[in-house]
């Protein structure tokens, strides 16, 4: 019988046993915690920014200095070998970040309506631990960023996450909300993809990831659809509760639509590259017009995010 089943049945020990039980608890106790900080997030970010990440070094056009391998043709074996240390460097980010935001005063508040699982409304974790969370987070993934060539990336993601949170970025306004949003997203794209491929970005780098920037700036207020009921409690400025929803669904139907034809363009895409942005899109815009509640809400967030996830495999479905 195992130490978890002895504690699941009331069993008590006493002396190293006791020890060794408590310690693999508590591991385990906070490995959960600090997946539930980032949990929402996997959808959000890590899935959308590994496959942009992934698709830009694969791309036959020159995005970073270590872009190439010899020939004409990515180091596909280079890349396969780097995906741990992206993924590891885009989660540590994430959880500085989402650490950050979740443990304000006025996050709580929202997260007792809309999110009460994680781990400061559930009661796993009390500010001040989240506190001391977030400093060992920071500093172990500057250490990361060092080793993996993403440490100028998450410097400045850091700075978009102190303006956002701690000087109240994320209330002075929707379009500065959004800039801050579209900034860090922007870091994350530059960070996973410098730690993909081990080199620096190059101008056409750069200029893909400022397009993604305006795609995400232009639009996602997609999230903000299924959260008004929690947003309107905590007073925070959307652009449904300050436009009002028709304007808000309608704008991002344009947005949409006007970004789902111009970023394929912009790639020569391929006939699957065009089909996946222009469904997916048309898709969520047609239910976002349609407002049939906060359940069908949630699935135009979820396809906001699948929308941009194809439209960071263009530069891979290039003609």
Known sequence: MDNYTLLEKGVTTSGPIAIEIADSR??????????????SDFKTVIAPQSIFAITAALSTTKLTTA???????PDVWNIASRVPLMLAWIWMN????DIANQRLEGSIVEDTINKPWRPLPSGRISPEQARDWLLVAIVATMGLGILSGGYTASITLMVFVWMYNDLDG???GIWIRNALNAGGLMCFSWGALATLSGGKLLPEGFAWILMTGAIIMTTVHAQDLPDIEGDM???????PLLYGEAAARISLAVMVCFWSVACPFFWDASPWGWAASTSIGGAMSVLALKNMGQWWDEVVWKLWC??????????????
């Not at 905590?234 to 652009?239: A, I, L, Q, S």
């Open 170 to 172: 994320s209330n002075s």
């Open 306 to 319: 699948l929308w941009v996830a194809a439209l960071y495999l263009l530069p891979a479905l290039k003609k």
């Open 94 to 97: 994430l959880l500085v970040e």
């Open 26 to 39: 508590s591991l385990l106790y906070d490995l959960k915690t600090l997946f539930l900080f980032t949990k």
């Open 67 to 73: 872009h190439l391998g010899e020939g004409e043709f």
């Open 233 to 239: 409690a905590r007073g925070r400025h959307t652009v």
